[in-house]
C-alpha cells in the first residue's frame, strides 16, 4: 500500500509564496512522473507541473517563470516552489504519481492521486 502526504498550502498574499510538498511512502520501488494538478469549482482539474525520475519538467503556461517542480528520489518526496502568487493560483492543488512500481510487484504500473491542499491568494 501506498500513502501520500501533502503539506505546504495555506493562505498567503499576492506577490507571496508557498512551497508544497508530497511524500510518498510504502514499498516503493520506483516512479516514473511526479506532478501537482489544481482544481477549482466548477473548473476542469488542470496539470500545474509534472517532473519524470530524469528530471525533465512540464509546466502549464499560466505558471511558466513562477513555478518550480522538483523531486528528491531518494525520499519520494515532490516539491513544488510557488513564487509571484495571484489570486488566479487560488485552488485545490492535488499531488499525482505516475508509473508508480511497488517492491512486490515491480512489473505493474499504478497512478496515485493526493487528497489535495488548499491555496488560497488573497489580500
Known amino acids: 500500500q501506498v500513502q501520500l502526504v501533502e503539506s505546504g498550502g495555506g493562505l498567503v498574499q499576492p506577490g507571496g509564496s508557498l512551497r508544497l510538498s508530497c511524500a510518498a511512502s510504502?514499498?516503493?520501488?520506483?516512479?516514473?512522473?511526479m506532478g501537482w494538478y489544481r482544481q477549482t469549482p466548477g473548473k476542469q482539474r488542470e496539470l500545474v507541473a509534472a517532473?519524470?525520475?530524469?528530471?525533465?519538467?512540464n509546466y502549464a503556461n499560466s505558471v511558466k517563470d513562477r513555478f518550480t517542480i522538483s523531486r528528491d528520489n531518494a525520499k519520494n518526496t515532490v516539491y513544488l516552489q510557488m513564487n509571484s502568487l495571484k489570486p488566479e493560483d487560488t485552488a485545490v492543488y492535488i499531488c499525482?504519481?505516475?508509473?508508480?512500481?511497488?517492491?512486490?510487484?515491480?512489473?505493474?504500473?499504478?497512478?496515485?492521486w493526493g487528497q489535495g491542499t488548499q491555496v488560497t491568494v488573497s489580500s
Open positions: 517532473i519524470t525520475s530524469g528530471g525533465t519538467t
Open positions: 499525482h504519481l505516475d508509473g508508480l512500481t511497488t517492491v512486490q510487484a515491480p512489473e505493474e504500473e499504478l497512478a496515485y
Open positions: 510504502g514499498s516503493i520501488f520506483s516512479i516514473y512522473a
